[in-house]
């Protein structure tokens, strides 16, 4: 059973900093492309950054979001830095076999984190 489940997520004053896991079981991440989304109250979910051959990431999180790969622990981490109210939403991990592109309908999906950027 095919299982990604998100950690690392809270409540964070603007300017600071979290890392997100999404940790993978029942397949190998290596194998797949894997992208963070997120959804603010009342908004569509959006991309947030991909991970396959390359990195990508939205305009609005480039320069202060860092996604990475660890495949010894067959997880993969988004690193959030300068973080902005604007940032506050539900983060999801989801992954999808092969080089594929990051969309809303990829295969696999975890069930999301809170972040909350709040003073």
């Known amino acids: 059973q095919v299982q990604l489940v998100e950690s690392g997520g809270g409540l964070v004053q603007p300017g600071g900093s979290l890392r997100l896991s999404c940790a993978a079981s029942?397949?190998?991440?290596?194998?797949?492309?894997i992208g963070w989304f997120r959804q603010a109250p009342g908004k569509e979910r959006e991309g947030v950054s991909c991970?396959?051959?390359?990195?990508s990431y939205a305009d609005s999180v480039k320069g202060r979001f860092t996604i990475s790969r660890d495949s010894a622990k067959n997880t993969v981490y988004l690193q959030m830095n300068s973080l902005k109210p604007e940032d506050t939403a539900v983060y999801y991990c989801?992954?999808?076999?092969?080089?594929?592109?990051?969309?809303?309908?990829?295969?696999?999906w975890g069930k999301g984190i809170l972040v909350t950027v709040s003073s």
């Open positions: 989801a992954a999808d076999y092969g080089i594929t592109t990051c969309a809303n309908g990829m295969e696999y």
């Open positions: 029942g397949l190998i991440l290596d194998y797949y492309t």
């Open positions: 991970i396959s051959g390359h990195k």
